[in-house]
Nanobody, 116 residues
């Protein structure tokens, strides 16, 4: 059972930055697509950013140009650099590992609050 552990959340003012990290218990990055999702109160969980095993990235329109997803295969970590944060970015952020025909894994989530 792969474990994903997120860190780096917190409280930040509008316009500020945060860097989220997700550590995987096993080296799965060469097989799995890694992604960050978020869920705000009263809303559905939504995909924020993803990075494939080959390194291709994709972003939700709402975060393009502000967020950057990256991974370190040697350290089994995937990161989400979040800049120019807005109050609408407030949510619990979840790390996800997925691949067709294989089990999907989720982290426990980390809270990001953007408020003055």
């Amino acid at each position: 059972q792969v474990q994903l552990v997120e860190s780096g959340g917190g409280l930040v003012q509008p316009g500020g930055s945060l860097r989220l990290s997700c550590a995987a218990s096993e080296n799965i990055f060469k097989i799995y697509t890694m992604a960050w999702y978020r869920q705000a109160p009263g809303k559905q969980r939504e995909l924020v950013a993803s990075i494939t095993s080959g390194g291709s990235t994709d972003y939700a329109d709402s975060v393009k140009g502000r967020f950057t997803i990256s991974k370190d295969n040697a350290k089994n970590t995937v990161n989400l650099q979040m800049n120019s944060l807005k109050p609408d970015d407030t949510a619990v952020y979840y790390c996800n590992a997925a691949r067709v025909l294989l089990p999907t894994f989720w982290g426990q989530g980390t809270q990001v609050t953007v408020s003055s």
